[in-house]
């Protein structure tokens, strides 16, 4: 797994909410984001938190121009590093899909989330 990102690149800073991201890396492996995703789903224990995959699928699987909103990429952030007994088991999935999707690991902190 990468480290957590100390600096990250211009584009994937978030200053408002709605804008739309293009941090993404260029060669995502899409059959990995898709496993991963599946295995998110049956990581998280609330229909709520499956949300966080339907709209990373809809945003870059789903789209001939794959981005994420800045809400996804927030959300994706906070489930990188969250405390809770309920989420820890989603935790480094999440984070291996920040690297497919980034590179790196999102650190939170850096996206004010």
Do not use: H
Not at 43 to 67: F, K, M
Not at 93 to 104: D, K, M, R, Y
């Amino acid at each position: 797994m990468g480290k957590l990102f100390s600096a990250l690149p211009l584009q994937v800073r978030l200053p408002i909410d709605g804008y739309r991201t293009n941090g993404l890396i260029d060669n995502i492996d899409r059959a990995k984001l898709e496993s991963l995703l599946v295995r998110f789903r049956d990581s998280v224990r609330r229909d709520v938190d499956r949300g966080l995959a339907d709209e990373i699928q809809r945003q870059v699987l789903d789209s001939n121009y794959p981005w994420l909103t800045t809400a996804t990429t927030r959300k994706l952030a906070r489930w990188c590093k969250t405390n809770g007994n309920p989420y820890q088991e989603a935790m480094p999935v999440a984070q291996q899909i920040s690297e497919v999707l980034f590179g790196t690991i999102l650190d939170r902190t850096l996206l004010n989330t």
